[in-house]
């Protein structure tokens, strides 16, 4: 198991101490509650668990050197936390139903000292159970320990299967009682204000006890299981954080204490956000530090202290037990986006199909539902394809063909069905009565008739292929059988492109019509708004598939010239492009809809964030067309955000590459110009989109009549933007091309070094970092300066005027040259004629990182001081600002670029930290951490390039508007103040 993988599971434990540390110390009564007391033991044991196991997963151990004693203490607390988490869960489950029992809702069922003796019973009862262990002695590979003895281990898994049996008894009894009166607890709820609000407490409270509870009980399919023992990490990894998730996303008031903060409490489609957002992050993590670094590696056990690159110790376990499908953990950790999404979708789909309202019974929702079927059919039978190995010796080979096949038909259906979206959505358009249901029953039977036999004969090809074989398992259809396949791929998604271009046009050109007849009347407005969020639905559809199809194209041409080079990283993006293909339509029919809302539940969000832009027209007057728009693009965002780092989830990012030199090997008859691989630029498409993006951002920053973008926080943004993205860019020319001297390229070379210090003295990013670090200390004190002179016109006095802000932009770029000087001098090191870095002196190493140490270490002293200072000024405006709404509106815009300016300063505190590890393990040549430190640049670079700009764009509802014109408010009614932007 490497470092890179137990991140998550590290900074996952951080967040559930914080949580537990913020409810221990609350001073509120609400959080002494049995409940909470329980809840707060029963997580230190959890994070007892995890910790314990990262420390037996992490190192080596060996008899030798007498670590065989730390072991042993880290396994027995491994199992210590495990035993009582699960009784500290069952008794919230038999607590739960107390409360439930006696109608009068008192939490406090449980005195102090009957708590006190649960906690008691609950440490005595874990620590027996480990006895086990400390007589054991232990099975050894390469002469490290890799696990307890066979007999031991039985012992212990006995123990273990029986707690869960008693354990999965318990709360199945409690938790089906609870239920029962939970249920009762609605049917008298009718009438009362006061019941409503209980049942709705007690139905959140029963949910994370439920939640909480089965999940944890899918830890004993580990021990039944010997085959599913690699993915104990994900199941342990549910069960610990499952509480804590689902506490915090259905309480306010816990939400409330651990973002103080923050005054209002975040809803569940923000939070499905921020966790969806998080997870897909630590998906990255895990996947670029060990999969794209290291790949699928047999077990090695390194010396003591040495990380493993994969669960050895559990591995040996599995060694002499022969399986059919052979499952890889890091392959299943791909994937869980994928489930992730899948079960959204179908949860979508689920609740339009049974809902009662006449509005889904519509041609579209039903030609949407049953499009939406064959989609979900494509992505969970390329999960099955993908993730198992068949073989000819099995009755497997009669699986693969038939999931391949269900591949094929879904996404054929899939296709057609949004083929036929676009010709309905037309018929609909073209015809002034605006009435859905153009198609009656009958027709809608015929096409759905033809959408399931056409898929069906598509798959004809798959039956009589052979296969293609790769250490005697199939891994695809035999050449020929593909390339027919293909060939019917290309053809149905030209097809589709044609009729979808064609259709698609004729409806923008209705929608427009439309919007010319309909000025004036409102009725007809929002009829006019319905129609064009339908539209956009579609359009997205069509782009999805024009991108899926020219994907398809490509695959076929690679397969047909043989091009191998091509076709691998086709193959590596396919996930993303059927991703996009699938997911885009029904995320902006959520984004768009407001009744899809309701049934998602999203529907008081909707009318929340419509009431928060009707609030903040001081002086404002916004039709209700503009609004409409508003929320379009408010809801819009976050979809673009959510394909970003589902792209960034699924392509590597550049510094992971197996040779990070990536230096060519020369014939004779090549040329020395300078040379790109395709594979290299595959994995630089996330900093190409970001950066792209980034750009934009700035240009319309930058470009902007508006005043509030020509304060002094704007102008300092703007050009910290331009140092980062010179980062960026320069990087990406710097490696992805090799130089040598024989020709100018070498110019080049050092010119682009002028901004990028090679990764092999693990440096900043010279010029433009230091441009960035320094813009981003000087906003940080311009917020300062904002907050204790209660200038809220953002000039902030004389101290920011033009010439004082223009001398800080000159000594922020002359700082930045001057950091430059130690890379003039440099000779080169060579590898096959070709440069790959400048020299190893170690002096030159050395001045390049005190450098780089001194720039940071007074960053942070800046930063820390300035934003200090303006958290308290910030407090102080709040304790002043009740009953004042022009005042709250101050505070708001305040807070939230305090947000911004913290962020940043976190963000490259973080990357300060990341160069403070890198400079010691350089100067001390500790190999160890040098290899743990240094795959993680990329994601530290790029939280600290990118957080602010997401950050800003997130907080501020005047850049949504900038970015995105269409939300632009029409400038004679608006007379925005620019103390409320």
Sequence with gaps: MTWGTAIPDAVLALLYVYLLIRLATSPDRYFKKPFYTLFIATGVYSVTSVVSFLCIAQFAYAEKYGTEFIYKIFFAVNSFGANGATFGKAIIAIHRFFVMKNRDFYEQKWSRSMILRILIVQFVFSATLVSAVWPASYVYNNGAIAILSKDHMLVLKACSFAMYVVYLICIGIFTVLTSRELFRLGHAREGSAEIRSIMVYQSRMFIIVTFTTFIATYLDMSDLVKTMILVYPIINGLATYAAPVCLVWFSSRVQARLFCFYRRALSVPEWSGILLCAYVSLIVLCQTCNYRRYGVKNPILHPICHSLPTLSHLRIQTALISTTFSISMTVWAEVIPDLVLAALYSYLLIRLATSSDIFFKTPFYTLFITTGVYSIISVISFIVMTQFHYTEHYWTVYIYKTVYALNVFGACGATIGKAFIAIHRYVVMKNQDFTEKKWSGKIINIFLITQFVISAVRTAPVWPASYSYQKGAIVALSKNHTLVLKAFSVSTYVLYIICNGIFTTLTFRELIRLQKDLKGVATMQKIMVTQRNLFIVVTVCSVSYLIKALHQFAIAVSTFLSLDELFKHLSATYPIVNGFATYAAPVCLVLCSSITYHFAPFERVFQRDLVYFLSTKVKIEIGLKEIVRQQISYRIMP???????????????????????????????????????????????????????????????????????????????????????????????????????????????????????????????????????????????????????????????????????????????????????????????????????????????????????????????????????????????????????????????????FIVVTVCSVSHLIKALHQFGLAVSTYFSMQDLYNVLYPTYPIVNGLATYAAPVCLIICSPIVRSRLFTFTQCSKKNSSISAYTR
């Design 639 to 897: 979809f673009l955000i959510f394909e970003t780092n589902l792209i960034s989830a699924r392509i590597p990012p550049i510094a992971f590459r197996k040779n990070l030199f990536h230096t060519h090997k020369h014939e004779a008859n090549q040329s020395h110009s300078p040379d790109v691989s395709m594979t290299e630029w595959g994995e630089v498409i996330p900093d190409i989109s970001l950066a792209i993006l980034y750009s934009y951002m700035l240009a319309r920053l930058a470009t902007s009549s508006e005043t509030t973008f020509k304060t002094p926080f704007y102008t300092l943004f703007i050009t910290t933007g331009i140092y980062s993205i010179i980062s960026v860019i320069s990087f990406i020319v710097f490696s992805q091309f090799y130089y040598t001297e024989h020709y100018w390229t070498v110019y080049i070379y050092k010119i682009t070094y002028w901004q990028i210090i090679w990764f092999e003295y693990q440096a900043l990013n010279v010029f433009s970092a230091c441009g960035a670090t320094l813009g981003k200390a000087f906003i940080a004190i311009h917020r300062l300066f904002v907050m204790s002179t209660q200038d809220f016109s953002e000039k902030a006095s004389i101290f920011w005027s033009g010439p004082v802000l223009q001398r800080f932009l000159v000594i922020q770029f002359a700082i930045s040259v001057i950091r430059t000087a130690p890379v003039w001098p440099a000779s080169y090191v060579y590898q096959d004629n070709a440069i790959v870095a400048l020299s190893k002196d170690h002096t030159l190493a050395c001045i390049l990182k005190v450098f780089t140490v001194s720039t940071y270490a007074l960053y942070i002293l800046c930063n820390g001081i300035c934003t200090g200072l303006t958290c308290r000024e910030l407090i102080k405006l709040r304790r002043s600002e009740k009953g004042v709404s022009t005042m709250r509106l101050i505070m708001t815009t305040q807070r939230n670029l």
